[in-house]
């Protein structure tokens, strides 16, 4: 089920009743969300209930080993360790990838002139399993590291594993910040209901009317992107940005209300990207759990920044090419890893050339021009990320140095989605004057949100896709 669907609706007002209402016990409540959390996700698909079951038992037994072989058997805590990681890198590479791998290498046998079976097994990709599996992962390499205890409660681990407000697209959690906030002792008064609802309403309307209806119009040019001028290609890779900044940041704006109405916390995912000055700067701000995932269970333990100038440059194309590759398994998501690691050694390079010449940084010296180059520079790499195949990047990207071909146009009663997505991420910055709105009269709070809502679900299209996340 979507978030924006009416039946979500009625399954998180029973969700929320029984949790603040009919039940008083903390472990009740708990094992309440975990059997929520299964329902939301057998909603999906029942058969993989059994798989994030196995999951979660295997980790948690994992965890359980490590927790008693750290301290008197080091070698044999490494060896749970890396068993852990490879039996969550291979449920992964089984789902995820096999398929990818199994078409790559029928297609090299053929253009070599060999020819082969179809060797896929087409196996059905389930939902989420790249967000619980980086998570798992983290939480064995916390217990190795001694940053975290192993969980003793097996309902708490598994609950952990299954939130369902976060569990199909993220943000991803760490068990440390996570499985603390289970045991917290906490009541519906502690609930700061008006901001959990605010965000839920603005998510909505991010997703629902402006990313779906956006959507409409990107999605006819990418099915033909041949047909269309140059200057409706320009104008799509622009709508584009604005969708799956919409799409994914609507998704986190519903995960993290509705887990606030639950009595819980998650990490903020997004911090206003496209204002970003620099390609850094704007993986500090978009997807900001993944980013920080990255750079601390890859980047860093590769060596980041510490073994020279060449060695950090590979350490950021290998981490990006394998975000890349965590986001699809295609071809178009390696290249969309590769153009941002490409991209990110550049502005290292840059920013040592500047540092060595005495000069502030480019962002600092002309920031609005950053911001600019920034946006476009993401804009293009979204065209490999949104393709459905190298050719058809190829082709939009061909159009987009050539504004004028000519060709089929676009609906241009979409601008004023985009006018107004664009107007609210300008005024993101002013969050002091959103704080008071909503420290203010109860009453006001509340008709706002009820207008709010009442116009998004007029204006919401009649064909609601699911989150664009929800593919990886």
Known sequence: MLFTQPVFAAF??????????????????????????????????????????????????????????????????????????????????IYKYLN???????GLLQSMGLHVSDLTLRLTLPVAISFFTFEAISYQIDIHRGRLLPERSLVDFALFVT???????????????????????????????????TRIVIGFAKKAVIADTIGLEVDRLWRDPGAFSGAAVVLVVLLY???????????????????????????ENFDRPYASRSIDEFWRRWHMSLSSWLRDYLYIPLGGNRKGVRRTYVNLAITMVLGGLWHGAAWTFVVWGAFHGAALALHRWRA????????????????QLAIAGTFGLVCIGWVFFRAPSLTAAGTVLWRLV??????????????????????????????????????????????????????????VPSASPPFIYFQF
């Open 12 to 93: 998180f007002v029973v969700v929320v009743v029984v949790h603040w209402k009919l039940l008083r016990s903390p472990s009740l409540r708990r094992a309440w969300l975990l059997l929520a959390s299964a329902v939301f996700y057998a909603w999906w698909d029942v058969r993989f209930v059994a798989l994030i079951a196995a999951a979660s038992l295997v980790n948690y037994s994992v965890g359980r080993m490590l927790g008693s072989t750290i301290r008197h058997a080091p070698s044999r805590a490494r060896w749970w360790m890396r068993f852990g990681v490879v039996f969550n890198l291979g449920v992964l590479g």
């Open 100 to 106: 990818f791998f199994a078409d790559s290498l029928t």
């Open 163 to 197: 939130f369902f407000p976060r569990l199909v697209s993220g943000p991803i959690i760490r068990p440390a910040d996570f499985l603390p906030q289970l045991r917290a002792p906490r009541t519906a008064a502690d609930i700061e209901w008006r901001q959990a609802a």
């Open 241 to 267: 940005a604005v969708q799956i900044y919409c799409d994914f940041s609507g998704y986190t704006d519903m995960a993290l209300g509705i887990a606030q109405m639950l009595g819980y916390r998650l990490p």
């Open 352 to 367: 040592g050339v500047s540092k060595r010449a005495g000069l502030a940084p480019f962002g600092e010296r002309h920031p």
């Open 402 to 459: 050539r504004p004028w071909t000519p060709g089929a146009g676009l609906d241009l009663a979409i601008l004023p989605y985009l006018a107004v997505a664009v107007a609210g991420h300008l005024v993101g910055r002013h969050l002091d004057a959103r704080d008071r709105f909503l420290h203010g009269d109860r009453t006001r709070v509340a008709m706002a949100l009820g207008v709010t809502l009442g116009v998004a679900l007029l204006l």
